[in-house]
């Protein structure tokens, strides 16, 4: 439900009334208008709740600024420009500080995500929205899981977003997204034209490209591995080599290219050959042969561990610079070890 918009009598500071532009209430009996951007958008908002949650609004509103040196009353709310902001992003992040019904965020999508993080970040209000802003973050994951093949660029976005409010586990998930799901290069994600404004720090981006590039050798290495067990276990002996028998199998599970072209404009994401391996749609399927079926079968398992073994990134490692590579490879060597529940071994990373 989006805030109500009402026609308000407002204090010019002359002495005289005059009919304000439609004003949107966020709290009934708030004593500050804020008149955002450069349209000039009014807010009505309370100042009790903005200097309770945040120490930039409660120096602001202080009497050692001419802003809170203003009178300010339920009957004469204050009127303070804050022409700089952006006008729909500050007035969800007003939304979200005052209780009661939220702002309309149905078609709330990554980019205004990152918007809404810049401006909860500028007022230092991220601690007192963690669970607003974590409660949208999961959503859109939601919502993006259900297609992991659209809007990558807005992953690194939210991913983005949520290094800057510092949601740990929301980060991991997305770094571990990222490296599943995004087919290019990770310098892309710091383009203007392509996320504008939305930077992960240079250590991170670094991060995703070596364990990424790990991981799909590893990848190659292990479905062909898998595949000439299969064939094995079917006595299956092709006098040309197993090669072309083992690429066979894996053109059989829906995999268009292999060995895949990692570094090319056309490459398939880890992702697309999961699930292709866990979801084939070729022969593979309607073969009658038990043995073959159970081939197929370790195939799927060997790719379901794999998609499941990186968590993501440590937030406090890449905000410390002590990102261990060595020891992210290591929670995904996935054939030796169950792959472990944490992204990281620094017990005071916990949580």
């Given at each position: 439900?989006?805030?109500?918009?009402?026609?308000?009598?407002?204090d010019?500071g002359?002495g005289?009334?005059?009919?304000?532009?439609?004003?949107?209430?966020?709290?009934?009996d708030g004593?500050?208008v804020?008149?955002?951007?450069?349209?000039?958008?009014?807010?009505l908002?309370?100042?009790?709740?903005?200097?309770?949650?945040?120490?930039?609004?409660?120096?602001?509103?202080?009497d050692?600024?001419?802003?809170?040196?203003q009178?300010?009353?339920?009957?004469?709310?204050?009127?303070?420009?804050?022409?700089?902001?952006?006008?729909d992003?500050?007035?969800?992040m007003l939304?979200?500080?005052?209780?009661?019904?939220?702002?309309?965020?149905v078609?709330f999508?990554?980019a205004?995500l990152?918007?809404?993080?810049?401006?909860?970040?500028?007022?230092?209000?991220?601690?007192?929205?963690?669970?607003?802003?974590?409660?949208?973050l999961?959503?859109?994951y939601?919502?993006?899981?259900?297609?992991?093949t659209?809007?990558?660029?807005?992953?690194g976005?939210?991913a983005?977003?949520?290094?800057?409010?510092e949601?740990?586990?929301?980060?991991?998930?997305?770094?571990?997204?990222?490296?599943?799901?995004?087919?290019?290069s990770?310098?892309?994600?710091?383009?203007?034209?392509?996320t504008?404004g939305?930077?992960?720090?240079?250590?991170?981006l670094?991060?995703?490209?070596?364990i990424?590039?790990?991981?799909?050798?590893l990848?190659?290495s292990?479905?062909e591995?898998?595949a000439?067990?299969?064939?094995?276990?079917?006595?299956d002996?092709?006098p040309?080599?197993?090669?072309?028998?083992r690429t066979?199998?894996?053109?059989?599970?829906?995999?268009?290219?292999?060995?895949?072209?990692w570094?090319?404009?056309s490459?398939?994401?880890?992702?697309?050959?999961?699930?292709?391996?866990q979801?084939?749609e070729?022969?593979?399927r309607q073969?009658p042969?038990?043995?073959?079926?159970?081939?197929?079968?370790?195939?799927?398992v060997?790719a379901?561990?794999?998609?499941?073994?990186?968590?993501?990134?440590?937030?406090?490692?890449?905000?410390?610079d002590?990102?261990?590579?060595?020891?992210?490879?290591?929670q995904?060597?996935?054939?030796?070890?169950?792959?472990?529940?944490?992204a990281?071994?620094?017990?005071?990373?916990?949580?």
């Amino acid at each position: 439900m989006p805030p109500v918009q009402k026609k308000a009598r407002l204090d010019r500071g002359d002495g005289a009334d005059a009919e304000a532009p439609a004003t949107e209430v966020i709290h009934p009996d708030g004593d500050i208008v804020f008149v955002v951007g450069a349209k000039q958008k009014q807010v009505l908002v309370h100042s009790a709740v903005l200097t309770t949650a945040s120490e930039v609004f409660s120096a602001l509103l202080s009497d050692r600024f001419h802003e809170g040196q203003q009178h300010r009353s339920a009957g004469s709310p204050a009127m303070i420009p804050l022409p700089d902001d952006d006008e729909d992003a500050t007035i969800q992040m007003l939304c979200l500080l005052h209780p009661g019904p939220s702002y309309d965020l149905v078609d709330f999508w990554p980019a205004q995500l990152f918007r809404l993080a810049s401006v909860i970040d500028k007022y230092c209000c991220k601690y007192a929205l963690d669970l607003q802003v974590e409660a949208l973050l999961l959503r859109l994951y939601k919502t993006w899981k259900k297609d992991r093949t659209g809007w990558h660029n807005d992953l690194g976005a939210l991913a983005t977003a949520a290094y800057m409010l510092e949601q740990s586990s929301c980060f991991q998930m997305f770094t571990a997204e990222l490296v599943l799901v995004y087919p290019s290069s990770y310098s892309a994600l710091s383009r203007p034209d392509i996320t504008p404004g939305a930077k992960l720090p240079v250590n991170a981006l670094l991060a995703l490209e070596e364990i990424r590039g790990s991981l799909r050798l590893l990848l190659q290495s292990d479905l062909e591995a898998k595949a000439v067990e299969h064939l094995d276990a079917r006595r299956d002996t092709s006098p040309n080599g197993s090669v072309a028998s083992r690429t066979d199998v894996l053109f059989h599970q829906g995999i268009s290219q292999w060995p895949p072209a990692w570094y090319t404009e056309s490459s398939l994401s880890l992702w697309e050959i999961l699930d292709c391996v866990q979801n084939p749609e070729g022969p593979s399927r309607q073969c009658p042969c038990g043995r073959h079926c159970e081939g197929v079968t370790q195939l799927q398992v060997a790719a379901k561990a794999f998609e499941e073994s990186f968590k993501g990134l440590c937030l406090k490692c890449v905000r410390e610079d002590t990102i261990d590579n060595a020891d992210l490879l290591d929670q995904c060597a996935w054939r030796f070890t169950p792959p472990r529940e944490d992204a990281c071994r620094n017990k005071e990373h916990a949580g």
